[in-house]
């Protein structure tokens, strides 16, 4: 388990350089960049500017100073006041008085917001992703799991049909076309609900329906698939011989392994959900951070595109790290493998 | 998806006698795959509407009056009367508040740039049903080969194979195909003439910048088939045939393509048409943001990032896209499960 653990952890690091490696190197390849505009900035001012934010160093030198920012802690002392330079995302106050405080993960001020940092970008914005994703999981979670459980318990049944027909009609519709017909029937035409913005629990359903809704559909397929292999498997017909109750069967002997194939998709369902928030905050208009990677890379935004991408490259790899924990939870032969 | 891995062998009747030495005649596997698609009603209409979609993709020119990028500036933002009175909310010039102007000579109305909607539409199907066609195309192409290598192969090279790919799958693919569709884009149209990446851009503006898409799905979509195929020649590679072709000196290449790849491309080929909507959904995907086709080629995608801007006072430049876009989906759904249905009966027994 220990080993399993290991290996998982040094894929995830090795990934996230990886990651770190293209990010990099492609971003600087696109052409263009961050002060190049259609009407010229003169020569002296983008000289300047390159300087500023260090552009005219060797690319090996601004890859390696970045990633060091990033990632190695630092110790100041004193009062510190804000500045864009050296903004970091985590701040632990030491009780050696004098404000001695550790400081870590400094991702670099945005060279379009000349007043932001990326950190004060991503935690601003992120918060809105984060609970746009959550609520997105919990629609997918609470449809698609009960829909395929009920329909390989009632197989062939009316209840089955309707299921499936539901889960296909749910994979034919991604955001980009739920989304704007959803604020077309429910805002516009019927107004139950806003059509954009984000803040009120009222602004919240139509984008979480949006991103869960196709997913919910693909669980609720898994679920149902899953779940019939597993009641034809011989340990369910020894529960039912041994007398006990059909729910208990279910519930405590066939869901358990029939959610390791559910579970196994979750990592990508995550991923999914994160580049699915990029249409949802846009036609929704939602203030979160998807839209700001896309905007980053059109405006060559080298800091942005650069802490963005690791932020959710992160998540989508701390995302598999976590099924393949539950993998090893729910399959003891992974375990001792 | 350990159930996929089963070999498609419908289940052929056997004459069977009846009293009076009735016989019936056992179908062969194709005919029998062909009637259980046939029974399958969802199936045969997905099948239809793709085959009209198709129709209407070839035929789009004499389907319309206009082409994709006219431009009418006396016609923005129009809509005919149908329109206006399927859409409540929508008001004519006229009446109080009204602000949409009727124009008639326009089926679905036009856009912000006075362009036919009807026309961009049909036209955005041939984007849409190119990337259907071509996205399992290059995914079975690299796949197929890539699992076909490592299954047969074994040992280290495949343990190494399939590490990659199980590398490959951690990685968070789809950030990587926008940012290099980005630099496609950027770095291709301010290439040199002469060079290879200005050859390369001259074919993809060809193709109204299609050439990158399907490079970007390529990238997300091999390693599913390539896991899928090793599978099925893993469990293939110890057959009898094979070990006969083996010992009568056959190389390693031919027994690959003539023996091992016809017995297994049914199910693969099977698998790949349930992904084709993932492919077309990426393709809307790469437009909606911007990094899509090069307007003025119209995309769905695009289409519908467009008017959602606009979805309170010209809901009709939203909504037709998306419909389009969800038929389309819909029909290659339906005809995935329907094939899957027909060809792997086994399979669709638990996945239905």
Partial sequence: MAQYLARSLLGLIVVIFVVSVITFVLMHEIPGGPFVREKKLPQSALNNLNAKYHLDDPLWKQYTDYMVDLVVPTITTGEKKFSVVDDYLINIELPFGDHTTIRWMNFGPSYTERTRSVNGIISDHLPTSFQLGVAAMIVAVVIGIPLGTIAALKKNSVYDYFSMSTALLGVSVPAIVIGPLMQYVIAVELKWLPTTGWGSLKQVIMPAIALGFAQSALLARLTRASLLQVLNEDYIRTARAKGLRGRQVVVIHAMKNAMIPVVTVMGPLFAALITGTFVTEKVFGIPGLGNYYIVSINQRDYATIMGTTLLFAFFIVIANFFVDLTYAWLDPRIRFD | ?352
């Fill in chain 2, 1 to 352: 998806m350990s159930a996929l891995d089963t070999s498609p062998t419908p289940n052929t009747e056997q004459p069977i006698s009846l009293g009076q030495g009735v016989v019936e005649r056992s179908r062969s596997p194709w005919a029998d795959a062909v009637w259980r698609f046939t029974r399958n009603r969802a199936a045969v209409v997905g099948l239809l509407v793709i085959i009209l979609c198709i129709v209407a993709a070839i035929l789009a020119p004499s389907l319309t009056d206009y082409t994709y990028d006219e431009q009418n500036y006396l016609a923005v933002n129009t809509a005919p009367q149908w329109i206006i009175d399927t859409f409540p909310k929508m008001k004519p010039v006229g009446e109080d508040m009204g602000y949409v102007r009727i124009d008639n000579n326009y089926i679905l109305g036009t856009d912000g740039l006075g362009r036919d909607l009807w026309t961009r539409i049909i036209y955005g199907a041939r984007i849409s049903l190119a990337v259907a066609f071509v996205g399992p195309l290059v995914s079975l192409l690299v796949g197929t080969i890539y699992g076909m290598v490592s299954g047969y192969a074994g040992g280290r090279v495949d343990t190494i194979m399939m590490r990659i790919v199980d590398i490959m799958y951690a990685f968070p693919t789809l950030l990587l195909v926008i940012l290099m569709m980005a630099f496609f884009r950027a770095s291709f149209t301010a290439s040199e003439t002469g060079s290879i990446a200005y050859r390369l851009n001259k074919i993809d503006s060809a193709f109204g910048g299609m050439l990158f898409i399907f490079i970007g799905v390529g990238i997300t979509s091999w390693m599913d088939t390539a896991r899928l195929t090793r599978g099925q020649v893993l469990s293939i590679r110890k057959k009898e045939y094979i070990e006969a072709a083996q010992s009568i000196g056959t190389r390693d290449m031919s027994i690959l393509f003539r023996h091992v790849l016809p017995n297994i491309f049914g199910p693969v080929v099977v698998r790949e048409s349930l992904s084709i909507p993932r492919y077309i959904s990426l393709e809307a995907f790469l437009s909606f943001i911007g990094l899509g086709v090069n307007p003025p080629t119209p995309s769905w995608g695009s289409m519908i990032s467009d008017g959602a801007q606009a979805i309170k006072s010209y809901p009709n430049q939203a909504v037709f896209p998306a419909l389009a876009l969800f038929i389309v989906m819909f029909g290659f759904n339906f005809l995935g499960d329907g094939l899957r249905d027909a060809l792997d009966p086994r399979a669709s027994e638990a996945n239905k």
